[in-house]
């Protein structure tokens, strides 16, 4: 397996760079915009410049969730809930970027859910419990529900900060994963499911399937095709 920290993908309908976690060197520089990307999707934990600089240079929709270690991204305004259409919040994130945490956005073909941070293992934003992000997976569940189906498929992409439980390659506290997220998973069976929060630490680290969906841990960045 080649374990460039980019992997260049077969041809496909949407290029998709996923990043997370890790900056990778490698893409400052002319190999960038050479990659062909459609789409820039973040799974969090990276510093707002880097993704700035991505949006800017690559000149593409670039969705991002938050990591656990991010800061706070959601107005102080509990009640104020994001969809399409709004007037975006204050410019708490990285600028020119989507914040897709809680959301379902379509983008370049795709319809792509969020959902950023990772389970509670110290005090801080963007972490949560297995119940409160389940919590927070079924008003997902719910919106998406009520979208029509296209080509037999309600959700393409699901991009969330931490892994799915079981699927980590990792069983550490702090690195497991959402039970709420293999839920989604079952449900909606999409094309595709990217998480960052486990460091390969220069491992290559293989892409897992749950039922017909590829699962990819993308740290610090991938290539992928759909
Ligand atoms: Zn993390």
């Not at 893409?27 to 990276?46: A, E, N, W």
């Not at 005090?123 to 998406?144: E, I, T, V």
Request: neutral net charge; hydrophobic residues 40%.
């Amino acid at each position: 397996m080649d374990s460039a920290p980019v992997q260049e993908g077969l041809s496909g309908h949407t290029r998709i760079l996923a990043v997370a976690d890790e900056v990778d060197e490698s893409l400052y520089g002319d190999r960038l915009p050479s990659l062909g990307v459609d789409l820039v999707l973040s799974c969090g934990d990276l510093p707002f410049d880097y993704l700035e600089y991505l949006v800017t240079r690559l000149n593409v929709p670039l969705l991002y969730v938050p990591g656990n270690h991010d800061p706070e991204l959601r107005p102080s305004d509990s009640t104020w809930t994001p969809s399409r259409g709004d007037v975006e919040p204050p410019a708490l994130g990285p600028e020119g970027c989507i914040n897709l945490d809680g959301r379902v956005i379509e983008e370049q073909g795709l319809r792509v859910a969020g959902l950023g941070g990772s389970i509670r293992y110290k005090a801080g934003p963007n972490q949560y419990s297995q119940a409160q992000m389940s919590f927070r997976a079924l008003k997902l569940d719910l919106r998406l529900r009520f979208k029509p189906a296209r080509q037999g498929r309600k959700l393409d992409v699901l991009v969330t900060h931490a892994p799915l439980f079981g699927l980590a390659g990792a069983d550490d506290s702090a690195h497991i994963g959402f039970v709420a997220f293999v839920r989604l998973v079952r449900a909606f069976r999409p094309l595709l499911a990217v998480h960052g929060h486990v460091h390969p630490f220069g491992r290559a680290v293989p892409e897992r399937r749950l039922g017909a969906t590829r699962v990819v841990n993308v740290v610090a960045a991938r290539v992928l095709d759909l």
